[in-house]
């Protein structure tokens, strides 16, 4: 599978097949850049902000995918669950997605915020690839939660989003002091923001964290 960060929450995720999906895609105008314009098969959104779904930027006639439940778009199967997030100290609910394609799971949280918990972790696990927002501000995970989350999903591969960029106009933390709380050893900073994934790559020993360089701000 390919995986693509196309800025903020914005993934495409492509099967070998050349299905794919593009998650959370943005308005230039809530994060301050804007989002290459791309084709797909379906969109997910994790809540209804122009950071997390604008529809429009994506090209063609994707299948456009928010709400809980199992789906399947061309052989890609996509779970959707709900949490807990905020918006300026204003409660609302946030959709988590996994996605299991070329058998590789990947697990995108959204926008969440909530503490991390037993019962969520259970749901979630387990998960190959860990998409997970690291910005904190009044909007989701800080370092440290999203360090907690990390901790106990135990992902093979963990990429930061939700994070401040020298773009970004969001009032949200650079990466930095999520990437402080690992090692070293587990830090890869990725020489382009397109990273292929194959489930045989994953030994389950640890977690590595992949910066994509493109957006490394």
């Known amino acids: 599978m390919k995986l693509q960060w196309l800025g903020h929450s914005a993934f495409k995720l492509t099967e070998s097949t050349g299905t794919s999906v593009i998650t959370d895609p943005f308005e230039a105008s809530a994060v301050g850049y804007s989002m290459a314009y791309l084709n797909c098969d379906a969109v997910t959104s994790s809540h209804a902000h122009p950071e997390h779904n604008n529809f429009k ?29 905020s918006d300026n100290g204003k409660p609302f609910k946030n959709l988590i997605y996994k996605f ?5 799971t990947v697990c995108h949280l959204g926008d969440i915020c909530e503490e991390c918990s037993a019962e969520l972790i259970e749901e979630l696990i387990p998960v190959n690839v860990l998409l997970i927002p ?57 020489d382009q923001n397109t990273i292929e994934f194959d489930r045989y790559d994953f030994n389950g020993e640890s977690t590595k964290i992949i910066l994509p360089k493109r957006f490394k701000g």
Not at 66 to 80: F, R
């Open 57 to 85: 930027g994506v090209k063609g006639s994707p299948v456009i995918l928010n709400s809980v439940g199992d789906h399947e778009i061309n052989g890609i199967h996509v779970s959707g669950f709900l949490s807990d997030a």
């Open 100 to 104: 299991r394609l070329d058998g590789v």
């Open 134 to 190: 690291v910005g904190g501000g009044d909007k989701t995970l800080d370092a440290e939660m999203a360090k907690e989350y990390v901790d106990n999903i135990m992902p093979d591969i963990c990429i930061p989003m939700h994070y401040k960029t020298k773009d970004t106009e969001l009032d949200i933390e650079k990466a930095d002091a999520f990437l402080r709380l690992f090692d070293d050893s587990q830090i890869i900073i990725a």
